[in-house]
DNA sequence: CAGTGGTCTAGACCACATC
DNA sequence: ATGTGGTCTAGACCACTGA
């Protein structure tokens, strides 16, 4: 194991591999090539270079090259299709846009394509609990967003979204104008965040006064709240956002693995 | 003693291949390990022959088997340790035995450890909504069990289970005798039926008048009900549950990937 | 100690996509 | 025709487990 090729020379200081197990080769690769994409040497959508250029790069066999690239496709981040090549997972791109999305209407149906209509987008302190989950600290600046999507023309669902300014800065005029209906895209194009890893906390209680104005329900009426945290390809916490309807005609759906 | 049950067509025998693109070799081992685990061959808990062994039995390099192997531990079916074996997924082991409950307290402990009473266990004709869940006819025989599970002395959750009589007959005297926490592990001992997979959907709603009694809460207070259905090895529904909590206290949480 | 899974190599042939 | 990923082989060495 003297190939050792391997040092991303930025912020890491690996290069004391002294440890009794260290790192497989292919584990070492794949972090190689996760910093690799994170840095935007492949953009979304296009294609990193054939498992035969990998090894030879790394002067490692095909076989290693291969299984880190077939990790980082399990984990969504690249996608393989024999004959063409891998591919940067991309939201932008027609690679499952919404796969975070899982609620859904009583006939299966993905809320998330229909119409979205912005209440409002404002720079603020963000509030504790988006702080908590953002693992920022309490009043941090930030950006708040408040939408409202829709489903045969009526609304089912508020969402709060808040982003950290350290991370997106200056997002707001970008929501104004755009208003787009996948906020990932907008991170991933202004900002080269990839979100790959979410976690969800659902609950349920009674609708805020908004919550009611909005959704045209009477205050506290059960609804669902769904909390989401969204992490980024390096594992930092980029959007905290809270979606909150009304269980008649949507669902939370959950199937494992 | 069985050489050869796959069909690969050999290398250069009569290759009679209609199809355009047969089975990969270690999908038809994999599938063929699904079934020989299916019939108990291996009980849960106990181990599979070596990688070795399985290549010598099929003919084939430890490579392929390897890569079937792997699929079944990555589904959960199967967990390997270096230096061990490979062992058959089993509730009543100390293999996760909760897996998929997804219902955590404030501090992140599992709803599912503490103490759980049962109200009652009774052979009845399955209603229509657990009768769609389950793919049966409506008004087909089965039994349905109602219990509660505590969170520090305090009812938190009431659970609705149904299940079938056709794939789990005379169920009813074991539920009652044992009043086990862990009704997958009763399926696997007494049905060998293994649940390697859950579709759940959440919802709020107000509590009915026997929730609100059982969980000491108001009638109409916003509750979760999370809607489960429980899928067999073979991938035949064997379980449909209904769990309503009040989720002050608790909470449903779901990670992607 | 012998046996297990985990890693790694260096080849081979294939189906497929693109030019 | 060329290059891609997908499959498959037949070895090798390692760390870990258990007797």
């Known amino acids: 194991m003297n190939r050792r090729a391997l040092d991303p020379g930025g912020s890491s200081s690996d290069s004391d591999d002294l440890r009794p197990s260290p790192l497989p080769l292919y584990q070492q690769v794949k972090r190689h090539l996760v910093q690799r994409v994170l840095a935007g040497e492949w953009k979304p959508g296009l294609s990193l270079p054939s498992e035969q250029k990998l090894a030879q790069e790394y002067k490692l066999s095909q076989g290693t090259v291969r299984k880190a690239i077939e990790e980082m496709a399990q984990e969504g981040l690249v996608s393989r299709r024999a004959g063409r090549g891998t591919f940067v997972t991309s939201h932008s791109g027609n690679y499952e846009p919404f796969r975070f999305h899982r609620l859904f209407d009583n006939e299966g149906r993905r809320i998330a394509t229909d119409a979205v209509s912005f209440v409002r987008v404002e720079d603020k302190h ?5 702080a908590a989950g953002l693992e920022l600290d309490h009043s941090a600046p ?3 967003c408040v939408r409202l999507r829709h489903l045969e023309d009526e609304p089912v669902l508020v969402e709060q979204i808040v982003l950290g ?7 707001a005029p970008a929501l104004e104008r755009e208003r787009p209906p996948s906020i990932y895209q907008l991170l991933e194009r202004d ?19 908004e919550e ?7 205050e506290g009426t059960p609804v669902l709240e769904v909390e989401r945290v969204a992490y980024s390809l390096g594992g930092e916490p980029v959007e905290w956002r ?3 309807g009304e269980t008649s005609k949507i ?3 959950q199937t494992s693995d």
Do not use: K, Q, S
């Open 126 to 130: 963000i509030h504790a609990r988006a």
């Open 191 to 209: 900002y080269n965040l990839l979100v790959t890893r979410v976690v969800e906390r659902a609950r349920a209680r009674g609708a805020t006064h």
């Open 142 to 144: 930030g950006t708040e």
């Open 212 to 218: 009611a104005d909005l959704l045209n329900i009477a």
């Open 165 to 171: 300014a350290r991370l997106t800065p200056n997002i």
């Open 251 to 253: 669902h939370y759906l």
């Open 242 to 244: 809270i979606m909150v």
